[in-house]
């Protein structure tokens, strides 16, 4: 979210202006101090993060949704995990997964990614994005 973003080039003692900016779905606008560095756009994503209209609050739990989906996705699947390791590509795919789900532009994926795991990544009725990781383990004996 551009509010952390805020904080930590504060707190780092970054150069930061006056800029007015406005919410993307009702135009209200602000004046607040950000980094000089930002894009206009970069602005106008940091007032719509603190309207308080209905889509601008519908946005702002649908974005913060896909933010923690993708933290899940790296804790389960990135580097560094204690599971198994994810080929990069693969864990790339469950990340646009992500996006996907959380836009609503589709329901679910099941993504099969060898060894027996499989992830599946859903929105819930209660308007989650909900990601399963499933490993299957299989005997088989012959004599």
Known sequence: MQEDKLIKCRDA???????TGACKFCGQAAVE????????EDVNEYVTEICNCDSAAYYQKKKKQKERA?????FLFGEGNQLEVTPERAENLLH??????GDEEIQSATVEIGNGVKVKIG????ENIKITRTKAEKS???E
């Open 33 to 40: 101090e950000m980094p000089m560095e930002w894009t206009q």
């Open 123 to 126: 929105y819930t009725i209660k």
């Open 13 to 19: 003692g970054g150069m930061m202006e006056t800029r």
């Open 70 to 74: 993708h933290e899940r996705i790296t």
């Open 140 to 142: 088989t004996y012959e």
């Open 96 to 101: 646009e997964v992500v996006e996907l789900v």
